[in-house]
Structure formats: C-alpha cells, structure tokens
C-alpha cells in the first residue's frame, strides 16, 4: 500500500533524492518511488498494491506491449518469480487471482494522479542521471500531442515534458489541460524537477518568455531561446547587430533524412538587450540541400542565451542549439515503436500513464548503453527476467 501522507517515509527519500553522492544500490528504488504515487482505491477489498500492479505495468512495457491488453496478457503469462520480486503475494485459496487482472489494470490507470506517477517516475530516472562533472547539462522542454487518443470535443491530450539531453532521459512530464497551453505549464513542468543548477534549459519559440527566464535564473540556471515573430522587439535588436562585422566562429556540415545541412554560428557578448539576463546573441545561418530535388534553402535563426562566453563557447552554444531535438527523436521512438499515436486509449489518466511508461521503458534502455529500442523491446520479450533487471528488481 502507498505511504500516508504523515508517514516518515516520503521526507526519507527526500533526503536520500538530495544526497548527491549515494551510490547506485542506495538510491531508492522503483518501488520505492511507485510508493510515493496515492492510491485512488477504497481500502477495503485491495488484493493488490499498487506499487505492484505499477511495476507489471512498466515491465510488461519494456517488452514491448503497446496497450493495456497486451499489459494485462504479459502478466498473466508472467512466471511466478517474476511476480513474487514485485510484490505480488500468493494465496493459496484463491490461485487464479494470484495476479492481478487485465481489468485491474485498466481500470487503475484510468483513475491514477498523472501528477504524481509522472514524478515518481521523473525522479527515478533523475536518481540515475549524472551529469558530467564540471559540464553544464542541456534540459529540452518540448510538447506531444497523443493523435489517438483524443477526448469530448475532439480534445487531444497533450504532454509537456523536460527531457536531458545527452541520455534522452524525461525527467518530468505534465499535461496541458484544454483550458490552458504550454506556456502556463512551463514552470509547474521544471517545478518537479528538483535541481536546476548547471543547467541549460532550452526550448522553441513559444517559450521565449520573459517570465520564463526570470524563473530560470531564480533558480540558477540558464536559458537558450530562440527569437521569432512572438518578440518582435528582440528580433529587431538582434538582426540589428553589426553581424557581418562579426567573425565566422563555428561550421558544421551534417547530412540524414534526405539532405545535406550545413550550419555557420556567430555569437556576440550583449548587454542590453530586452530581454532578462540576456548575455550572448546567437545568429546561425542554416543551408539546406535536398538531394533528390536539388533544392536548397538558406535560413537565418537568432537566439539569446544567458550564458556568458565564459560559460559556453560557440561550439558548445551550438552544441546545445542542436540537442534540443533529441526530444523529436524520443517523440519518434514512441510513435514508431511503441505505436503512440495509434492507440485510442481514452479513459481517465490511462493515455498519460501508459506515455509514462513509455518514457521509462526508453530512459531504462537508455541508461543501460541500449541504442536500437525496438531489437532490445524483442530481447526483453524471451526472457521476463530482462525487464526486471533494467528496472532493478532483480
């Protein structure tokens, strides 16, 4: 059963989420974590935790299950020990409800707190990701939107989510509700997540807010941004700057997905422009060649950054700029693999759960050095033992 709000247990893994130098084997677990998500059940007549019914979940996603049927028929396959190692008690009398049900399941997922699943799994992934020391980390803030499974009105459920950039770990996620967007949920979003310092948070256009930074640097980190049609005074200012005085201070040259790109990157020191704590502009000129058509395009991006050429040079500025859309490669990874956006999962909070599980299943994987997720999905698919062990309950 989840822990009640005044026991001891919840400020105990606080300290222990705080605690920057524990080792691997005391970080709490994922049960430990699931504990922290409350119970939407009565009590009276529980045959199963809920930490238990949540980890078969999450297990039976990371062999690739892509709905709650699938969910419910690797658990009914499960093997005893499988289940005994998550919780899941034996009653002689009554053999058949040894596990819990499909429609258990179900029904759980539709009723849990989004909220909280999403920060006991956020923090999870958070416990193991160590940055580099003396680096600072990139954390993109992007959104999804899950097409199948759209509510009354045709309402699409939409996720906002924090996602590291160099392991792809989400270390938060948060939905949009129909009466809001993303940039009211963008500090609620990074409120979740407990450490910001020596961070570098970047995003699209639309979060190019100025009560977004203010935020960003109470909290000591930084921000890179990019300056659209929605800051029209700070696109002014920046294309206004003496840019070809500027020497060239970056190439790269990258090809994929049918074109060849090459990107050129100027940065100048600034510090006036309108915009809180703006000290770098960035300009990248982006030249695209398709290779089938021959068609090339040439764009200009301006961004600002409040890191200062001490804390990032242009390379690493471009470095940043890039990896933010590592996002688009997670979002890919559920929507190829896992056949997000389509299922038409609709009930309650079961969409966002399973999303969450989703993320896990590819934090998990990524954490163990996996780079093909669909070939590890079918290895952990022959052996439910794998599962277990990449969530570290075996």
């Known amino acids: ?117 999403d920060r006991a799994v956020g923090r999870w992934l958070a416990d193991r990701c160590t940055p580099a020391a003396g680096r600072l980390r990139g954390l993109a803030v992007d959104g999804k939107s899950l097409r199948g499974a759209s509510r009354a009105g045709d309402r699409r459920i939409h996720l906002l989510a924090a996602l590291e950039h160099t ?77 070809r005085e500027i020497p060239l201070q970056g190439r790269t040259r990258n090809a994929g997905h049918g074109r060849s790109e090459i990107r050129r990157i100027k940065v100048a020191s600034v510090n006036n422009l309108f915009f809180p704590g703006a000290r770098q502009a960035v300009q990248v000129k982006r030249r695209r060649t398709h290779r089938k058509t021959g068609r090339t395009t040439i764009k200009t991006v301006y961004a600002v950054t409040s890191l200062t050429a001490e804390h990032a040079n242009p390379a690493r500025i471009a470095q940043l700029i890039r990896e933010h859309w590592q996002v688009e490669a997670l ?39 996996t780079t093909n997720v669909a070939a590890a999905l079918r290895r952990n698919a022959r052996n439910a033992d794998r599962p277990l062990a990449l969530l570290g309950l075996a």
């Not at 699931?34 to 119970?39: A, F, G, I, K, Q």
């Not at 961070?199 to 659209?228: C, F, N, P």
């Not at 038409?344 to 599980?357: D, E, K, V």
């Open 167 to 243: 392991t792809s770990l989400v270390l938060a996620q948060l939905d949009v509700g129909v009466k809001t967007n993303e940039i009211t949920c963008f500090q609620p979003l990074l409120d979740t997540v407990v450490d910001l310092s020596r961070t570098v948070v970047t995003s699209d256009a639309m979060h190019t807010q100025r009560e977004h930074a203010d935020y960003l640097l109470g909290r000591g980190a930084h921000y890179i941004v990019i300056a659209k049609g929605n800051q029209k005074r700070l696109r002014r200012q920046l294309r206004a700057l003496p840019w």
């Open 331 to 369: 979002h890919h990874v559920r929507d190829t693999t896992f056949a997000e956006d389509a299922s038409q999962l609709r009930t309650g909070s079961a969409p966002r759960a399973m999303a969450t599980w989703r993320n896990l299943a590819i934090g998990a994987l990524r954490l163990s050095g």
């Open 1 to 117: 059963m989840p822990a009640d709000v005044s026991s001891p247990i919840p400020p105990a893994l606080a300290q222990l989420r705080d605690h920057s130098e524990l080792a691997p084997d005391e970080l709490p677990s994922l049960l430990e974590r699931l504990s922290e998500v409350p119970d939407p059940r009565d009590p009276r007549g529980v045959r199963h935790a809920l930490t238990v019914v949540l980890a078969l979940a999450a297990c039976a996603v990371l062999t690739g299950a892509t709905s709650l049927l699938a969910v419910g028929e690797w658990i009914a396959d499960a093997p005893p020990h499988v289940l005994e190692r998550v919780g899941v008690r034996h009653d002689p009398l009554l053999p058949r409800r040894a596990r819990p049900a499909e429609t258990t399941v179900r029904r759980l997922l539709a009723r849990i707190d989004g909220d909280a699943l």
